[in-house]
């Protein structure tokens, strides 16, 4: 809980260099729809080759066909390069991606026992470290979509999961000002 108020100070940092500068604000729509989390990023740019990315996405879901709930928080921040910035003005076009980021899960549930009802549940928290690739187009100066995918490796810090390689998806829209 106390990463919160880091994260809200960092967003808020974002968006007053994006007042100043060129910047995106957008939603993740693929984790809206999947897991019902929003997720929302903002994008600076930083020069016509290159700009920065800083997301947060905070998720609270349960199943309506089990007792399980799940809380969710995930903060990345990548660096984008435009490797077509001669053809097209950025942040416009192809872009590669490196990705640091922390996630922390939370999934429990009830479970009906011994005469009662104990809640059960794993913490699963990791580092994010990866690599994205994707396309973006802007319409009007204003309106955005953001495709990208890619993989990150998560490093756990919990002894009960294992560490690995896990895909990133996104599918965004935004607006710019």
Known sequence: ???IPLTFALILIFATAGMTQKALFKVNLYTFIKYSDPEVYMEINLNDKSSIDAALRLGFNNSPFSNQIHANVDIRAGYRYY??????QTPIGFFLRPVLGFTSLYGGGLNPGGGGINQVGNRRSSFQFGGTGGFQYVFNKKFAIDLFYGQAYHLSLNDNFGSGFQPVYNIGVGYGF
């Open 1 to 3: 809980m106390n990463h």
């Open 83 to 88: 490797p077509l910035h001669e053809i097209f």
